[in-house]
């Protein structure tokens, strides 16, 4: 399995490129980051770039792969709806057009989150913004397509999210994740989990193209 990586400094992506890099199925890798990181194993490539709404440049690499797993995102916190549509909506689909053209045998997975509103008219800004987002990204002309969405994340193997006020809040709510497992186990799951998910999901499929924290908790125990 070739897989190409979105967002693999983030907390997310860090979760789920440890998992690629452990799995022996998984035999390349090719991360486009924005920061280089310090990981240098054999089976893993980054190419630093600034700009991933324009991948021009580096179109021809991007064949023969057969998934993309798609962990870049933002928070909508402080953010004007046109300036968040722009860089989760208009991006996102700028990257799966270019692929998808490359790669018509490839998996698409694309991490999205719990309350996504697929009707995209809802009054909640970022989930109206993401239903769409994963609307536009079922029609295009994938192998397949799914979408993610995890709820809380617990944050494992050193993980981490890039900005502060994340951080702060997984630090506070750390130690109160085997109680929310414990009462809320269908709205809880690891970057570990969602890392060995998605490697299953490329492999094997799954009964539904949208898979909520129960789906992706289930597909990582598969």
Known sequence: MRVILFGATGM?????????????EVEAVLSLVRTPTAL???????V????????????????GYDACLFCLGVSSLGM???????VTHDLTLSVARTLASQNPGMTFIYVSG????SSGRGRSMWARVKG???????????????????????????????TKWLRCMYAVMGPFYPLLRALA??????????GRAMIQVVRHGAPHRVLEN?????????
Do not use: W
Not at 134 to 160: C, Q, S, T, V, W
Not at 185 to 194: A, D
């Open 12 to 24: 997310v992506g860090q979760g789920v490129l440890r998992e690629c890099l452990r799995d022996p």
């Open 40 to 46: 240098n194993p054999a089976k893993l490539r980054e």
């Open 48 to 63: 630093v770039q600034q700009d991933v709404s324009d991948l021009s440049a580096i179109e021809d690499d991007l064949g």
């Open 80 to 86: 004007a709806e046109p300036e968040y549509r722009r």
């Open 114 to 117: 719990t309350g996504t509103d």
């Open 132 to 162: 769409e987002t994963e609307n536009d990204l079922l029609r295009l002309p994938f192998k397949a397509a799914y979408m993610f969405r995890p709820g809380f994340i617990r944050p494992l193997h050193g993980a981490a999210a890039k």
């Open 185 to 194: 186990p269908k709205y809880v799951t690891t970057t570990e989990c969602i």
């Open 214 to 222: 129960r789906d992706i908790n289930a597909a990582c125990r598969d």
